[in-house]
């Protein structure tokens, strides 16, 4: 792998633990002002001091985030529909690997939408994006979408992921589910996943913890830390987790702890 591609990669995870706890702020891009991410500075500038990566869109990257930060980003880059559309899977690139090098990001991440009616056009985007990605060294994040009437299993997962995979992403995010080993197993690259909708906090780290011990290397979480009532709290917990290993029971004490 070459140099350039393989730092950017080495800077998304923990040296020590080789993971990451991603924060992701991308939301916007389909859903809007989402609750918690009104106003997107607000919601990143207390909690980016604890994530290991951020993944949003340039537009918020660009007017949210100081450029002083050393944090190492993942660029979402598609996009192109909008909560009001029938069809979420109707994606395509919305920013240029130009665009991404300005920025200076460590990755570019596109969402692939495996068994939804422009599955196919998914794919070549992921395609092409690590084609062009890669002529930079930049390293590119698939994210499994799934659409409203899919089934949330290891087959499907297993399937998504696996396609991304082949494809040539070098990271993958996807949704952890009953028997997540066998979508680790069947995935030669990382996989991080994500929260979904927010849960309870104990429900959010149980998660977390669940697909850590199965072989995650990773989370990349947005609603489950910033629409937490105590998102700095709920961040050092899941950051205990992912890089401390700890148990369900002590990060329901340290959140706690954290909380007051
Ligand atoms: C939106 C995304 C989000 O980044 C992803 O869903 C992670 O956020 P959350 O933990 O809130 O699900 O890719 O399409």
Redesign the pocket.
């Known amino acids: 792998m070459d140099w350039g591609l393989s730092n950017r990669i080495n800077r998304i995870f923990n040296k020590e633990t080789g993971r990451t706890v991603m924060l ?1 702020v ?2 916007g891009y389909f859903l809007g002002p989402i609750s918690g991410l009104e106003v997107p500075s607000k919601t990143v500038t207390p909690l980016i001091e604890y994530a290991d990566s951020l ?1 949003l869109t340039r537009g918020i990257l660009r007017t949210s985030v100081k450029p002083d930060n050393n944090i190492p980003i993942v660029l979402r880059v598609s996009g192109g529909t909008s909560i009001l559309d029938e069809d979420l899977s109707n994606e395509g690139i919305t920013t240029s690997i130009k665009e991404a090098v300005r920025l200076n990001a460590s990755a570019v991440a596109l ?1 692939i939408f495996v068994g939804a009616s422009n599955e196919k056009e998914t794919l070549l985007n992921l395609a092409k994006l690590v084609d062009e990605a890669e002529e930079y060294g930049i390293a590119v994040l698939a ?1 499994t ?1 799934v659409g409203k009437n899919m089934v949330r299993d290891a087959r499907y997962f297993g399937l998504a992921c696996r396609i991304a995979a082949e494809i040539g992403a070098h990271i993958v ?1 996807t949704y952890y589910c009953e028997e997540f080993e066998k979508v680790i197993e069947s995935c030669p690259v990382p996989i991080v996943i ?3 909708k927010k849960l309870p906090e104990e429900e959010a780290f149980k998660l977390a913890y669940n697909a850590i011990q199965k072989g995650a290397k990773g989370v ?5 830390i910033f629409q937490s009532e105590y998102p700095v709290a709920a961040m050092k917990t899941i950051k205990a987790i992912v890089h401390k290993g700890i148990g369900l029971e002590e990060a329901c004490a340290l959140f706690n702890k954290l909380k007051k």
């Open positions: 992701a991308d939301h993944m969402s994210v979408a995010k994500a929260g979904g990349d979480m947005g609603r489950n």
